[in-house]
């Protein structure tokens, strides 16, 4: 009887250790170029933090899929398990730092500022006291721009493209964004019809890092042990140089 007990026991742990090899569910954002965002030509995500988050799971041995989401719905999606990791250009904040924790950082940058094309003064945050100007909801830039309440308002939008469209039409006066997201868009897209601001001085800058669930210590160590080997390989900086980083 004990045999045969032990026998099945053995039986069923073998048939349960193959569901222990989850998928790896990343949350990325389609309008964070170059960092995330959807290849028109196969439809899949790509960008430098898709490579990232597949050279991570290639490296624990998972199995990655990822969830396309609005950047302001990524945390959300952690906490709810809804998705595993957040690889995309967001930075590891203060405030982010309550809800989820963070790998070590990646990339660090600032935001920039555009305006329209047209327009060549050499603005900075005072001289735009009393304008409305735009920023991507969620962002740690939108937070700041509000804090200096300065503004007539501080208009906050779903996706760069909307706040370049603003400002080209002259709706608010000035955007605000990821320094290499905006200047990446503005590169490729000249019809947005906005520009960088030259010599403007960042209010910040920040470090992009990957995000888990406070309650996945184990992803988080895993991430972590990836990143040091891709960094010590030379691959990380690789896959950044491939995107203009």
Avoid: C, H
Wanted: net charge negative; no cysteine; hydrophobic share 45%.
């Amino acid at each position: 009887m004990i045999k045969k007990l032990a026998a099945t026991l053995i039986l069923s742990v073998g048939l349960t250790l193959p569901s222990l090899a989850k998928d790896l569910t990343v949350g990325v954002t389609t309008t964070g170029v170059p960092f995330t965002f959807v290849d028109t030509a196969t439809q899949k995500p790509t960008g430098a933090m898709v490579d990232i988050a597949e050279a991570i799971a290639a490296e624990a041995g998972l199995t990655v899929k990822f969830e396309l989401s609005a950047f302001s719905a990524l945390i959300p999606a952690l906490t709810t398990g809804k998705i595993d990791l957040i690889s995309a250009g967001m930075f590891a904040s203060e405030k982010r730092m309550e809800v989820v924790d963070f790998s070590t950082g990646v990339y660090t940058y600032g935001d920039a500022m555009f305006v329209a094309a047209a327009d060549d003064t050499a603005y900075t945050l005072d001289m735009l006291k009393g304008e409305t100007v735009g920023a991507q909801v969620g962002t740690v830039f939108a937070d700041k721009l509000n804090s200096l309440g300065i503004f007539s308002e501080v208009k906050q939008y779903d996706s760069l493209a909307d706040i370049m469209r603003e400002v080209k039409l002259g709706r608010i006066k000035a955007g605000f964004g990821d320094k290499p997201i905006v200047a990446y868009q503005i590169a490729q897209n000249p019809d947005f019809g906005v520009r960088l601001v030259e010599g403007y001085a960042p209010m910040s800058e920040g470090t992009v890092a990957l995000a888990v669930a406070k309650d996945n210590p184990e992803l988080l160590e895993t991430v972590n042990a990836a990143l040091a080997k891709l960094s010590d390989s030379g691959e990380l900086a690789k896959i950044f140089a491939k995107y203009g980083l």
